[in-house]
């Protein structure tokens, strides 16, 4: 069973940006695709990007977050990062990481989830 924590979150000014992390609590993090997510209030929970295993080689992010936010990872320390540049307070949420089998995109198929992380851009 795999536990995540994601951490970093905050308040930032549009224009800032912020270092989103996520912890896995087991040594096998490495073989698993890393994505995050993002839940703004009355919204539906939205994909933000995601990172293949092992690597971040091969990536994909939403269209509203890409040039932006960049995904990687340190499997030493079992961690996936999101780096947040531009920030826009559009972007405020709560953000979670996510590990799956494969990378994707769909919500459904990440088999653990963290608590998350608020990010908050004021204007």
């Known amino acids: 069973q795999m536990q995540l924590v994601e951490s970093g979150g905050g308040l930032v000014q549009a224009g800032g940006s912020l270092r989103l992390s996520c912890t896995a609590s087991?040594?096998?993090?490495?073989?698993?695709?890393m994505g995050w997510f993002r839940q703004a209030p009355g919204k539906e929970r939205e994909f933000v990007g995601n990172?293949?295993?092992?690597?971040?080689?091969?990536?994909d992010y939403a269209d509203s977050v890409k040039g932006r936010f960049t995904i990687s990872r340190d499997n030493a320390k079992n961690t996936v990062y999101l780096q947040m540049n531009s920030l826009k307070p559009e972007d405020t949420a709560v953000y979670y990481c996510?590990?799956?089998?494969?990378?994707?995109?769909?919500?459904?198929?990440?088999?653990?989830w963290g608590r998350g992380t608020q990010v908050t851009v004021s204007p």
């Open positions: 996510a590990a799956a089998s494969l990378r994707t995109r769909a919500a459904s198929l990440y088999n653990y």
């Open positions: 087991v040594g096998t993090f490495g073989s698993y695709a």
């Open positions: 990172c293949g295993a092992w690597s971040c080689g091969i990536t």
